[in-house]
């Protein structure tokens, strides 16, 4: 049961952004926001890493580590460049919406990357998660 409730207070912690992105980010060129977040984001990590695992920590990732580490903070530069993006032009709970199919796109990498299986059962909440985005965002759509 504690993992499923870490998880929630995660997707919490991540609903928590749009909003905040959105009122602090007004007015502010994407990448600097980008940059500014992701050095705090990196000064807390450091502090974190040094307080839970003390100096013994902090090594250097060999090179098959770094190569996803790299693609990690690609990734990501895109990912969140697009995201205040398309926050700027629409709802952000709209957005959100829409990133229910995050749910889908995550268990085809999931299975693609780390093999781990696509069971049957998830059809139908891969339909009630279709049907979802589709009655919450079409009528936008058809503006």
Request: with cysteine; proline share 6%; charged share 10%.
């Amino acid at each position: 049961m504690l993992p499923y409730v870490t998880a929630f207070l995660a997707v919490a912690c991540y609903a928590a952004i749009g909003p905040i992105i959105k009122k602090t980010g007004e007015g502010l060129p994407t990448f600097l926001f980008i940059g500014i977040g992701s050095l705090f984001l990196a000064i807390g990590s450091f502090i974190a890493l040094f307080a839970t695992e003390g100096r013994t920590g902090f090594f250097v990732p060999d090179r098959s580590k770094m190569v996803g580490l790299v693609t990690f903070a690609a990734i990501n530069i895109v990912g969140w460049a697009l995201y205040m993006h398309s926050i700027r032009q629409i709802p952000v709970a709209q957005y959100d919406m829409i990133a229910g199919l995050g749910i889908l796109i995550t268990a085809f990498f999931a299975s693609m990357v780390l093999n781990e299986p696509i069971h049957l059962r998830y059809v139908p909440a891969v339909a009630l998660i279709m049907i979802g985005i589709y009655i919450a965002v079409a009528p936008e759509l058809r503006k």
